[in-house]
């Protein structure tokens, strides 16, 4: 099993920034794609970004493309999620994902899930 832990959720203002981190353990790290997903309330879980195990290909949403950035460090076992340019309808809670395969956009093809971490942008 590989187990997730997201942090850096919190409340920020319009405009403002945010770093969230998954602690990843329980397996070898580097072998995982990740993926960062979030779930707004009475609304489907959404794709925001995911990144190879090798950090060499990158996707984003089109909402979040220009002001969000994911990385990894794999000798960390931790991937990151810097979101910049916050807008309140990014308020969602976050969660990462990992997979043992090429990095994809779909929320079912994941295998591992993080308990999320809540993010509320006010206007």
């Known amino acids: 099993q590989l187990q997730l832990v997201e942090s850096g959720g919190g409340l920020v203002q319009a405009g403002g920034s945010l770093r969230l981190s998954c602690a990843a353990s329980?397996?070898?790290?580097?072998?995982?794609?990740m993926g960062w997903f979030r779930q707004a309330p009475g609304k489907e879980r959404e794709f925001v970004a995911t990144?190879?195990?090798?950090?060499?290909?990158?996707y984003y949403a089109d909402s979040v493309k220009g002001r969000f950035t994911i990385s990894r460090d794999n000798a960390k076992n931790t991937v990151y999620l810097q979101m910049n340019s916050l807008k309140p309808e990014d308020t969602a809670v976050y969660y990462c994902?990992?997979?043992?395969?090429?990095?994809?956009?779909?929320?079912?093809?994941?295998?591992?899930w993080g308990q999320g971490t809540q993010v509320t942008v006010s206007s």
């Open positions: 990144i190879r195990w090798s950090g060499s290909t990158i």
């Open positions: 329980g397996r070898t790290f580097s072998n995982y794609a």
């Open positions: 994902a990992a997979r043992s395969r090429l990095e994809a956009t779909v929320a079912r093809l994941y295998d591992y």
